[in-house]
């Protein structure tokens, strides 16, 4: 059940809403082209599962601006079918994060692209930025991100990607390795505090190794001291200064 759905449409402003303690996902957007979302509020307690704060899949040119999502799953998750899309101006937490995914949940399944998330806080969330896919066979993919100008306060894994995605930890297919193309993707100008020692997190598929991933001008801390990266099958670049040190 969702508080809002808006399907198969084009050229829609939402402005100001706010929803409010959602039996699951507060907002979806599904097959639609030109939707914008602008002030939204949107607020329920951390511990209230798959109550996602904005939902967008089969669907171009969404932007998702100014707005405040607390939720106890992802403030904004982003599925299959995604293309040309900007969030703008968004604090989020509690919640998971800002995710791109899941995806490859199915072996045909439409990818994600030309995606820029910019000026954001995160604060006490379980993720900052998040890429996950499933553990097994699929043609998806997800490609030129571009994740700006974030800062996170206590967040457990501030960037993430995580190929091996399963949140009931009792997939039989994982050990056969995602095939979602994770590349090009740039994390500039981040910022901020971890709660875990691991700040930076790239744990990629053997079958389908993220390529092109950028990290520019990163500083993430864990309690006042230099924090961890961690690379699994991961090739990129890292410029300016990167703090934890880069893996790639």
């Not at 998702?64 to 969030?87: E, Q």
């Not at 097994?136 to 030129?144: L, T």
Request: charged residues 15%; contains cysteine.
């Amino acid at each position: 059940m969702q508080t809002l759905s808006i399907s198969n449409s084009q050229n829609v402003v939402v402005s100001r809403l706010t929803s409010l303690n959602s039996h699951m996902f507060h907002m979806v957007i599904n097959f639609c082209h030109n939707v914008k979302l602008q002030g939204v509020r949107i607020s329920a307690p951390g511990n209230s599962p798959n109550t996602d704060g904005i939902h967008v899949q089969f669907s171009t040119a969404v932007t998702i601006v100014s707005s405040k999502i607390a939720t106890g799953d992802d403030c904004v998750s982003i599925g299959p079918g995604t293309a040309n899309m900007l969030v703008d101006k968004v604090t989020c937490g509690p919640g998971h994060g800002i995710s791109i995914g899941s995806l490859g949940k199915d072996v045909n399944e439409q990818g994600v692209q030309n995606v820029t998330v910019r000026s954001t806080t995160f604060v006490g969330t379980t993720n900052g930025f998040r890429i996950k896919a499933w553990g097994k066979p699929s043609n998806g993919f997800a490609r030129n991100i571009l994740f700006q100008h974030a800062t996170m306060y206590n967040v457990q894994n501030p960037i993430f990607i995580d190929q091996r995605y399963c949140p009931n930890r009792n997939c039989a297919d994982q050990h056969q390795g995602s095939g979602v193309r994770v590349s090009d993707v740039t994390y500039q100008n981040i910022r901020g505090t971890s709660a875990t020692q691991v700040a930076v997190n790239f744990d990629c598929s053997n079958r389908s190794p993220c390529r092109g991933i950028r990290l520019n001008n990163v500083r993430l801390t864990y309690r006042n001291r230099a924090a961890v990266a961690s690379c699994r099958n991961a090739g990129g670049t890292a410029y300016g200064f990167v703090q934890p040190r880069s893996c790639l």
